[in-house]
């Protein structure tokens, strides 16, 4: 099944450069490009692409501006931040990017980025299994249930449901196996809370079950990314700063 692609960047050769190599991937159709942030936004919702590969310093609406406007779309596509400033990495991951990759673009890592994407967009029809049971990290916890919202319903979570917890824009929202929730609680709440289930703050705005981490990417600068063992793999950022923590208890 074809993955539907679409390239927004104000500079015509990188634009050229992308689709050419997008074009030796069998199953990628290029179906937009776009110039700027603005009329990407229209070609976007006229195409509804399944990956946005986007760059961020545009004049006008920028690629982090775009992105955020994107995840209040009814079906939101995937965002690849295609630059040549590794710096953004941060702010890009702090607005969900699938994922980040550097020009001058080469094929190979290209692959790479549509070999994972494709358990997102086509995934395998299997029957739907629940996550396997985790033991607690240490005898003894109480048993805690955070409230979770959604849909005007009160949703009571275990700590070992959760893979992780994101702040963005005054809201609080906690991933699950099976979805995303609002919360009532602020991240440092949740952190005090969790830190005996094997909690612990990657980023600013972020905290992450220690239990779910299935893989580790050395990232830029003495920055982290986690690989979560849900179906969707989800992606999450560990920031310099608290790469220590991180390192503490992998014994990296």
Same mark, same amino acid.
């Given at each position: 099944m074809t993955i539907r692609a679409c390239i927004i960047d104000d500079? /015509?050769?990188?634009?050229? *450069?992308?689709?050419?190599? !997008?074009?030796? +991937?069998?199953?990628?159709?290029?179906?937009?490009?776009?110039?700027?942030?603005?009329?990407?936004?229209?070609?976007?919702?006229?195409?509804?692409?399944?990956?946005?590969?986007?760059?961020i310093n545009m004049p006008g609406l920028n690629g982090l501006e775009l992105s955020q406007i994107?995840?209040?779309?009814?079906?939101?596509?995937?965002?690849?931040?295609?630059?040549?400033?590794?710096?953004?990495?941060?702010?890009?991951?702090?607005v969900s990017a699938f994922d980040y990759i550097l020009k001058p673009f080469e094929l190979e890592r290209l692959q790479k980025t549509f070999a994972k994407m494709r358990k997102i967009v086509h995934p395998p029809v299997s029957p739907t299994?629940?996550?396997? /049971?985790?033991?607690?990290? *240490?005898?003894?916890?109480? !048993?805690?249930? +955070?409230?979770?919202?959604?849909?005007?319903r009160i949703i009571p979570l275990a700590p070992d449901r959760i893979l992780c917890a994101r702040a963005a824009e005054g809201d609080v929202l906690i991933q699950t196996f099976d979805g995303q929730y609002m919360t009532k609680s602020t991240?440092?709440?949740?952190?005090?809370?969790?830190?005996?289930?094997?909690?612990?703050?990657?980023?600013?705005?972020s905290l992450v079950n220690l239990q779910h981490v299935a893989e580790i990417i050395p990232w830029f600068n003495g920055s982290y990314k986690l690989v979560m063992n849900d179906r969707q793999k989800t992606e999450?950022?560990?920031?310099?700063?608290?790469?220590?923590?991180?390192?503490k208890h992998f014994d990296l």
């Open positions: 500079e /015509a050769p990188a634009r050229r *450069e992308l689709k050419f190599l !997008l074009g030796q +991937i069998d199953d990628v159709e290029v179906v937009c490009e776009a110039a700027n942030g603005a009329i990407g936004l229209k070609k976007i919702r006229e195409h509804c692409p399944d990956v946005i590969f986007l760059d994107l995840a209040d779309l009814p079906t939101q596509p995937l965002v690849v931040f295609a630059t040549a400033y590794e710096q953004y990495a941060l702010q890009a991951f702090d299994e629940a996550p396997p /049971a985790l033991p607690a990290l *240490e005898s003894g916890n109480r !048993l805690l249930k +955070i409230p979770a919202y959604k849909n005007d991240l440092n709440d949740l952190e005090q809370k969790l830190a005996s289930h094997g909690f612990i703050r990657t980023h600013r705005s999450i950022l560990v920031s310099r700063y608290h790469a220590k923590e991180l390192k």
